[in-house]
């Protein structure tokens, strides 16, 4: 255990995922890039649950880059493997056997079967999916059974689905994510924009809904962690989820502009700065809501939706050669989502590109506003309400 760990280990109750006793804040996956070992590993090494998002992260690693950035769908979706595998096994290094770290892979991705297969191969303590129902996680973590399943989810008719799809399979969740399309960032669990403020996702209906669920399936309402993300914020809030039943908590933003978060600092400066007027939701390639800052990119590709809308057509391929998602409205010509490439614009952003980049964002505040600090300030303020001072 280290140091801080043992510090804050008696701040609030431990996040127990089989059986191992985790600081209950659990950092969230942010692609393309932005949580990748650096990031996951610092968190992992002060005793929580570090996560690297699985889409893509041949972008950290110039000679992935060099050997695919030309080649076709077989050689990108190779580097993107052994990239993966490099970032698993970094992470973990950097763990020094502390915490556990996770890989998030979103269902939503044409290789996640891959990215499941490859990040237990390599050493990944846990699986978290989102984006879509992971029917068939437990199928294809099969052969590696110590490894730990977490779904993400919204509401508690979803969470009862999971569980009762995943019991007949004979394998439960290690653990759940509920995630609120209201607060979070990124690609968010509800079918329309106009549904991400419905009541069915407040985490004071969620959790008490679906902790009945498992008592009456004669598992115990405490058998599955449940994990709230979305909006968190300071420890009163944890204090209060956990009030409900809560087991730990998830955030994004505020670990992505950490000193330690894996983007570059014109990344972290935009997604700290901005306020609350600043944050756009829209319809992204996926299909599904999203969340981001109204960049001058953003900005641009709104006013000219509608006329890229009425131009939607069916590509002959990805441009690419990546079909990263397995629908894609630019690709497939869905006039009704989104038109553009959403792996190009996150990876401007990744690189701190203001001009063309799309940065998703929570929607509520950052506890330290736009200041960058270390994870370990992070996490001592969400576990103890106490502000580090700054050295």
Not at 45 to 53: Q, R
Not at 145 to 153: G, Q, S, T, Y
Not at 305 to 313: D, T, Y
Not at 340 to 345: G, K, L, P, R, Y
Request: glycine share 10%.
């Amino acid at each position: 255990m280290s140091p801080i760990a043992a510090e804050l280990a008696h701040a609030l109750p431990p996040l127990v995922i089989r059986g191992r006793a985790l600081l209950p804040v659990v950092q969230g996956g942010m692609g393309v890039g932005v949580s990748a070992h650096r990031l996951a590993g610092a968190v992992a090494a002060l005793g929580g649950m570090g996560t690297i998002a699985a889409v893509d992260l041949r972008r950290h690693h110039p000679d992935l880059m060099a050997r695919s950035v030309n080649g076709d769908k077989a050689t990108v979706d190779a580097a993107n493997l052994e990239a993966l595998d490099r970032e698993i096994r970094a992470a973990r290094a950097a763990a020094r056997g502390r915490g556990m770290i996770a890989v998030n892979v979103m269902r939503a991705v044409s290789e996640y079967a891959a990215y499941v297969r490859q990040a237990c191969a390599s050493g990944a303590d846990a699986i978290v999916m989102g984006a879509g129902l992971p029917l068939d996680l437990p199928d294809l973590a099969a052969p590696w059974p110590d490894v730990a399943l977490i779904p993400i989810l919204s509401d508690a008719r979803g969470i009862a689905l999971v569980v009762k799809k995943w019991s007949r399979k004979g394998r439960r969740p290690d653990a759940i994510i509920v995630e609120h399309p209201r607060y979070a960032g990124g690609h968010l669990g509800a079918a329309r924009v106009e549904d991400l403020g419905d009541p069915r996702f407040d985490f004071e209906r969620v959790l008490p809904e679906s902790r009945a669920f498992l008592a009456a399936e004669g598992l115990g309402a405490d058998a599955i962690p449940l994990i709230p993300a979305g909006g968190i914020d300071s420890h009163a809030r944890i204090r209060e989820l956990m009030s409900l039943g809560a087991a730990g908590v998830q955030l994004g933003t505020a670990f992505a502009v950490t000193e330690e978060g894996d983007a570059e600092p014109a990344f972290k400066a935009v997604l700290a700065g901005a306020g609350p007027g600043d944050i756009v939701e829209f319809t992204s390639v996926a299909g599904l809501p999203a969340r981001a800052v109204r960049t001058p990119w953003l900005e641009r590709y709104l006013a000219h939706l509608p006329k890229l809308q009425a131009a939607a057509r069916v590509k002959p391929r990805c441009a690419l050669r990546f079909d990263c998602l397995i629908q894609c409205g630019l690709r497939d010509g869905i006039a009704k989502v989104g038109q553009f490439c959403i792996d190009t614009q996150l990876a401007h952003a990744l690189r701190g590109d203001v001009g063309r980049g799309l940065y998703f964002r929570g929607a509520g505040a950052l506890p330290f506003g736009s200041e960058i600090r270390p994870v370990r300030d992070l996490m001592v303020y969400l576990l103890t309400g106490a502000r580090p001072q700054r050295a």
